[in-house]
């Protein structure tokens, strides 16, 4: 199947500081990328909507400034941390649509800010 | 809105017991529904899914189905493995390719 991958799979950086996480669609172009946000032995919550070649679409109470998406290319979202602190610590999933319009989900970055 | 309702974990069977997860769900239109595993420090995987009322998704010996009238999705296997011990999501996508996840409910398989 469709493969997307997520680079780091784990950072840990201290505080204030910015970490950015890339999601890529290794065999297939997407339009669309998803950002979920993983806490400790819970759901995963949506954060934006990553399209290419546009802005990312947040979701309610996901700060846009703290949470930088940028979708330069079909194959290629990132998540840039901006001004990390120890709440934002969590796992980060994305997960990008195929041209069949099914999701293919990337490992997970674990994020860690001391 | 769009929301998915799991039973609350965790679930811990003996191996080669019956496992059901329960999965509700509250859509307008028709979504799609899934359920996807998750093993200890990694990503979702899509272990089945179903686009219509009265589908059944079916992989890896895990099967459900679609009930519009019920609207649920339950998660079946007639036979779990300690391999098996994972986290379970139920989610649905609607038009707008969104995905709205349950909870999660975490399986433990013993040997």
């Known amino acids: 199947g469709a493969v997307v991958s997520q680079h780091p799979s784990r950072v840990i950086c201290k505080s204030g500081t910015s970490v950015k996480i890339e999601c890529r669609s290794l065999?297939?172009?997407?339009?669309?990328m998803f950002w979920y946000r993983q806490f400790p032995k819970k759901s995963l919550m949506l954060m934006a909507t990553?399209?290419?070649?546009?802005?990312?679409?947040?979701e309610q109470g996901v700060e846009k400034d703290k949470f930088l998406i940028n979708h330069a290319s079909l194959t290629l979202s990132t998540l840039t941390v901006t001004s990390a602190h120890p709440e934002d610590s969590s796992f980060y999933i994305c997960s990008a649509k195929a041209p069949d319009n099914e999701q293919f989900f990337g490992p997970g970055t674990r994020l860690t800010v001391l | 809105g769009n929301s998915v309702t799991q039973m609350e974990g965790p679930v811990t069977l003996s191996e080669e017991a019956f496992l059901t997860i329960n999965c509700t769900y509250t859509a307008t239109g028709y979504p799609s529904l899934f359920w996807y595993v998750q093993y200890p420090g990694e990503g979702l995987q899509l272990l089945l899914k179903a686009t219509k009322a009265d589908d059944k998704g079916s992989n890896k010996g895990f099967e459900a189905t679609y009930r519009k009238e019920t609207t649920s999705f339950h998660l079946e296997k007639g036979s779990v493995q300690v391999s098996d011990s994972a986290v379970y999501f139920c989610?649905?996508?609607?038009?707008?390719?969104?995905?709205?996840f349950g909870t999660g409910t975490r399986l433990k398989v013993l040997a």
């Open positions: 990553s399209n290419e070649g546009s802005k990312a679409t947040y």
């Open positions: 989610a649905l996508s609607s038009g707008t390719y969104k995905y709205i």
């Open positions: 065999d297939f172009q997407a339009t669309t």
